[in-house]
């Protein structure tokens, strides 16, 4: 109870800060403008609309990590407003635990809200002719934008009317107002018929959703991590480091490790670092996507066993880090 209660604060801690609507919008945007950016390729340009959108989620969701941890752990430490929570009989594992819940809980209502758009977005398809019909999809645009409409006018009658937070309404009547939009989508075609949702239902698509997700958990608990030393900047230069690596360690370290010439030193050598390093490459659906290979429900549980150990070591590592952190 005493983790769901410190959990609870750092939900709402993070979607009131006013860099999580800024980084909500901007990945929005993002993910409209990749409409236009994918129609400069010489074959599939839908192919590389879900691969930038893929990118969006990505990127938005590695400064959401950084920067959702820093507002609500590295703050709390140098404000000294943590010390009231450990000076009672709360222990410091706790904390860490119930501030990573609440940082993931925030980043999975931004995430989903941008994955809607995203779906919105393979929805409505790159343009492929100048007809009217190939160029814009009306039920997609008439639905977002209405339900996206709402959700600002309820967040600005809230926040006047009652003083309620702008950013904190403003995330979560979007992500109930594009839910609806695409559910409605869903069950309309381009031309105002009603039709199955299955068939713009994906499957593979959604699981890749899924691994992309459980990527930006990985490094939500690296910022967790981190945020228990180091302060703002430092975090996200952790966190970026962490991204970058996790990107190309299967090629240098992996490779190193795995091929049989190299000299048994250095692959002893290599070794602890490869392991200790997240490979987020196993997350990394787009390359599957793309070329029309399966992503299949046994490969989707393994990298989430994967994901659930990383979580759990840095989660770990941020309690140790903590555990002698001076925050009086």
């Known amino acids: 109870m ?3 209660a410190i959990a609870r604060n750092g939900f ?4 009131r800060q006013p860099v999580f609507v800024v980084l909500l919008v901007v990945g929005m945007l993002g993910m409209v403008l990749n409409v236009n950016l994918a129609a400069f390729t010489l074959e599939d340009d839908n192919k590389l609309l ?3 959108g893929l990118s969006t989620l990505f990127l938005t969701g590695l400064l959401l990590a950084a920067f959702t941890a820093t507002g609500v752990l590295t703050k709390e430490i140098e404000n000294k407003t943590v010390l009231t929570v450990v000076s009672k009989p709360v222990s410091r594992a706790a904390v860490v635990a119930g501030k990573y819940v609440g940082v993931a809980g925030a980043i999975g209502l931004a995430y989903w809200v941008l994955a ?5 977005a393979v929805r409505h398809r790159v ?3 100048i007809r009217m019909d190939d160029t814009f999809d009306l039920p997609v645009l ?4 209405l339900f996206g409409g709402l959700a600002t006018l309820v967040s600005g009658l809230a926040n006047y009317l009652y003083r309620r937070p702008f950013p904190s309404v403003f995330a979560v009547s979007l992500g109930i107002g ?3 939009a695409l559910g409605i989508v869903w069950c309309i075609d381009r031309d105002w018929a009603f039709q199955s949702p299955a068939v713009d239902f994906n499957p593979q698509l959604m699981i890749a959703l899924a691994l992309v997700f459980q990527a930006i958990l990985v490094l939500a608990a690296v910022a967790i991590a981190a945020s228990t030393r180091l302060g703002q900047v430092m975090t996200l230069m952790v966190c970026v480091g962490a991204f970058l690596a996790g990107l190309v360690s299967e090629y240098f370290l992996g490779t190193a490790v795995s091929t049989a010439d190299r000299p048994g030193w250095l692959r002893a050598l290599v ?4 392991a200790a390093v997240p490979n987020l490459q196993f997350f990394w659906p787009a390359d599957a996507l793309t070329q029309g290979h399966e992503i299949t429900v046994a490969y989707f549980l393994t990298v989430t066993l994967y994901a659930a150990c990383v979580i759990g070591a840095l989660i770990s590592l941020a309690v140790l880090l903590f555990q002698r952190r001076d925050v009086g």
Do not use: C, G, K, N
Request: proline content about 3%; charged content about 5%; hydrophobic content about 65%.
């Open 50 to 52: 879900i691969d930038l």
């Open 12 to 15: 709402l801690e993070s979607i």
């Open 271 to 274: 070794w602890p670092v490869y």
């Open 178 to 180: 594009l839910t609806a």
């Open 2 to 4: 005493i983790i769901l």
């Open 116 to 120: 809607a758009v995203f779906l919105l």
């Open 127 to 129: 343009q492929t002719s």
């Open 142 to 145: 008439v639905f977002s934008l």
